[in-house]
């Protein structure tokens, strides 16, 4: 008996307590198959609530920007430009105040912070503005007048130059020099004026002067506009509603 039981175990029964190693294989893979699929729903739910915290923080924001929004269009339409200039004249009476108390002048530090393409860009800035605020008198229409044709003068050089070599030091007269007389003007220079005259008659001839107002004129009208037309009706309609009027102001129509 003991010889038949070692003979089927050397023909390679199988061992009943063991059980094998398929058996175990079996068992194990159920268990990998649940754990990655709880790895795998834990990735899920790790990514979704990223995506509800950034929905959470993009609601915010936007709710914020809303807000701000609404703020703005209530504001007036300059509130920029005023509180732009708010801060600089903050930031103006910062700076006088560290001025003065280390004892500069701040006209002077302002003007040392000051670039020369800055300052360049500025002049040119004032030179483009019309000086000419309107008239105030006489006198400063007549500068007016003067700067505005002087302005307008080419100097011819090369004549200067040959004056300068002719005349010497005459060409500059002091208080004691005697100008009568001493310079005759050339036929290109007078012509010059007189065409530069001429073109000051004819642009003189183009202003419209206002005229003057009459107090013993009928008063026909109810503002400025209604004057205007009723002058024009009567430079057109005038000749064939005289009898009319005459008229109507005698009292005798019809």
């Known amino acids: 008996m003991a010889a038949a039981v070692s003979a089927l175990g050397g023909l390679g029964a199988p ?34 609530r990223e995506l509800h915290m950034k929905r959470n923080e993009a609601r915010k924001l936007n709710h914020q920007e809303v807000v701000e929004e609404d703020k703005r269009l ?50 040119r800035k004032k030179k483009r503005k019309n000086p000419d605020l309107g008239f105030s008198d006489y006198a400063a229409a007549q500068l007016r007048q003067y ?4 302005r307008q003068i080419k100097p011819d050089l090369e004549q200067y130059e040959k004056l300068k070599e ?8 002091t208080s004691d020099s005697l100008l009568h007389g001493t310079h005759v003007p050339s036929k290109e220079g007078v012509d010059r004026m007189v065409a ?17 107002y009459n107090d013993d004129a009928d008063i026909d009208y109810i503002n400025e506009r209604n004057a205007k037309f009723n002058k ?9 509603t005289a009898e009319i009027k005459q008229n109507l102001e005698r009292g005798t129509a019809v």
């Open 15 to 48: 061992d009943p307590d063991g059980g094998g190693s398929s058996g175990s294989e079996d068992e194990a893979r159920p268990g990998t198959a649940a754990a990655a699929a709880a790895q795998k729903r834990e990735e899920r739910l790790r990514k979704f």
């Open 166 to 173: 002719q005349y010497g030091e005459a060409l500059y007269p």
């Open 232 to 240: 024009k009706a009567e430079r057109f309609y005038g000749k064939y």
């Open 74 to 123: 209530k504001l007036p339409p300059n509130w920029e430009a005023k509180k732009a200039r708010l801060e600089w004249e903050l930031r103006v009476e910062e700076k006088k105040k560290e001025c003065a108390a280390r004892g500069e002048d701040y006209e002077r530090v302002k003007l040392l912070e000051i670039s020369a393409e800055d300052a360049e860009r500025w002049e």
């Open 147 to 150: 700067q505005r044709l002087t």
């Open 196 to 212: 530069d005259l001429e073109k000051q008659i004819e642009k003189r001839d183009k202003y419209s002067r206002r005229r003057p």
